[in-house]
């Protein structure tokens, strides 16, 4: 690294208050923690910071986190950009599709949070920003004694918190926001996503849940993502909200 390049990261990094890692969480399974993580990571890549992803616990993947693959994708970059780093980048991938404690029981695996930690400040060490997604939603056990919003907070972790809007999206958000703000994790800001089309009145659901909840509380509404399976689209309508997450760094 040039000095030239080494001194325009650390500008970039001031710019961001020291930032170097933010937690994307969501209120479900299927909200789209995934998506927004590789968009995030996408947007930061494009205004010159060196993004990483991370997943701390992957589950139903066999050998590979398929949810780092899904970022890759959406940031038009490949395994191979990240040679090195591949393994900090999903310390603990578990082949059953269920909550992380029961992977890691059935698989006689054993989650540390000190080896998330250390694998964690290795890409921090290396990058200038580590955009993290969580698995499930915050209180997703990881054992029989620490839950995923317990190590949020512990690392203290800025969170975006992303809502699957649909019916019922309300409740589960207002029922996230509290847990967070209860144990004094900073709360970016929330971002809607759609994952399926609108029909019949349904629509006028998803578009009031984001106006009721900003009426409800204090967290910023950042924007919400369409349903669309054109990616270059979906970047577009997300770069809105980029901007708005540098500004809240």
């Known amino acids: 690294m040039t000095k030239r390049v080494f001194f325009n ?6 710019r961001m208050g020291g930032v170097k890692a933010v937690f994307v969480a969501g209120t479900d399974t299927g909200a789209g923690k995934t998506v927004v993580t590789g968009l995030l990571s996408r947007y930061l890549i494009k205004k010159g910071y060196r993004a990483v992803t991370q997943k701390w616990v992957q589950t139903g993947s066999a050998k590979f986190s398929h949810d780092i693959d899904t ?14 780093y591949l393994s900090f980048m999903s310390p603990y991938i578990f082949d059953l599709a269920s909550s992380p404690h029961l992977a890691a029981r059935l698989e006689k695996g054993k989650i540390d949070i000190n080896k998330i930690r250390k694998y964690m400040a290795s890409l921090s060490k290396n990058f200038d920003i580590v955009i993290i997604e969580g698995t499930g939603g915050l209180l997703v056990p990881l054992n029989k004694k620490i839950l995923l919003i317990d190590v949020i907070r512990r690392f203290r972790l800025p969170a975006l918190l992303v809502v699957e809007n649909k019916l019922g999206a309300i409740n589960h958000a207002l029922l996230s926001i509290e847990a967070l703000i209860r144990r004094g994790i900073k709360i970016i800001g929330l971002i809607f996503n759609n994952t399926s089309e609108a029909k019949d009145r349904e629509g006028l659901i998803l578009k009031d849940n984001p106006l009721i909840v900003k009426a409800l509380t204090d967290v910023r509404i950042l924007g919400a993502l369409p349903f669309t399976r054109n990616i270059d689209f979906l970047y577009r309508r997300f770069t809105p909200i980029g901007d708005k997450i540098m500004a809240r760094l």
């Not at 990261?9 to 001031?14: E, G, H, N, V, Y």
């Not at 970022?71 to 990240?82: A, C, I, P, V, Y």
């Open 71 to 84: 970022h890759l994708r959406l940031m038009k970059r490949r395994r191979k950009d990240f040679n090195g």
């Open 9 to 14: 990261a650390l500008i970039m990094i001031r």
